[in-house]
């Protein structure tokens, strides 16, 4: 199927080829590749494609209370989060969610059900959009974003620099920030990902494929070891969410 869509089988790691340690498969790209994600190309020695300031992404509005895996504990459809991180007890009718959806994935999953966004991976360069572009459509009746996709964990950076942006213009006004993720995370980006979570009332939501590492690996390509690592890291943040959420 990868093959079809002109990506690599596997996270490449020749002596020679460029490093990106955005994700944990660190893969080192040859002259003219792109890594397991498609999302950046050795060009010419540099890395090429999406970055903190180039998002290879869609968004649209979702209205609340949306489709949450969360939502028995989102602010957005539940009592949880008010007054401090929601504007209603219970259901934030009235108010809308922005949906990120990021291209590229770390996993090579069998069953993929979103494998068709592979197509906007085909050539490079591809259309970006910046996080201040994200920001702009930001208004008053947007109470949270939320990043998935087929996994922001390949453009965390862009994710991370968008919330920081968006939490510093929101002038006063409740802003959630969330991720949706399959784990397979940067653990130098992880603790900067929660704490903007933590203090914003967003949630993270992690997509755990399998528990054991040999089914992991037979059902993504890739050990869940970091996975579970970065897993235990985010329970660690459970005690400082104080309420209203609980």
């Known amino acids: ?68 895996v969360a939502s028995w504990v989102c602010p957005g459809c539940s009592e949880a989060g008010f007054p ?23 996993f090579n999953c069998l069953f993929c059900q979103n494998y068709h966004f592979r197509e906007t991976l085909t050539s490079l360069p591809q259309k970006f959009i910046s996080p201040q572009q994200l920001v702009e459509v930001i208004d008053d009746k947007t109470s949270c974003i939320c990043y998935f996709g087929r996994d922001p964990a390949c453009q965390l950076p ?26 397979f995370l940067s653990k130098n980006l992880l603790k900067e990902m929660v704490e903007i979570s933590l203090v914003s009332g967003g949630c993270i939501k992690f997509d755990l494929k399998a528990y054991t590492e040999s089914l992991h690996i037979a059902l993504t390509g890739v050990s869940n070891r970091q996975i579970m690592e ?5 329970v660690r943040y459970i005690d400082k969410r104080r309420p209203p959420f609980y």
């Open 1 to 68: 199927m990868r093959q079809k869509f002109n990506l690599p089988l596997q996270p490449s790691q020749v002596k020679e080829g460029v490093s990106c340690r955005l994700c944990v498969n660190e893969c080192k790209i040859p002259e003219g590749e792109r890594g397991l994600c498609g999302l950046r190309e050795n060009f010419k020695g540099c890395l090429r494609g999406a970055d903190s300031q180039k998002g290879s992404l869609e968004f649209y509005f979702d209205s609340l209370p949306t489709n949450c």
């Open 84 to 106: 401090e991180f929601s504007y209603r007890l219970g259901p934030e009718y009235g108010y809308k969610n922005l949906a990120v959806f990021y291209n590229g994935c770390s």
């Open 158 to 183: 862009h994710s991370i620099l968008t919330s920081k942006l968006a939490l510093k213009n929101k002038k006063g006004r409740i802003l959630r920030i969330c991720w949706e993720t399959n784990g």
């Open 230 to 234: 970065n897993f235990k890291e985010v």
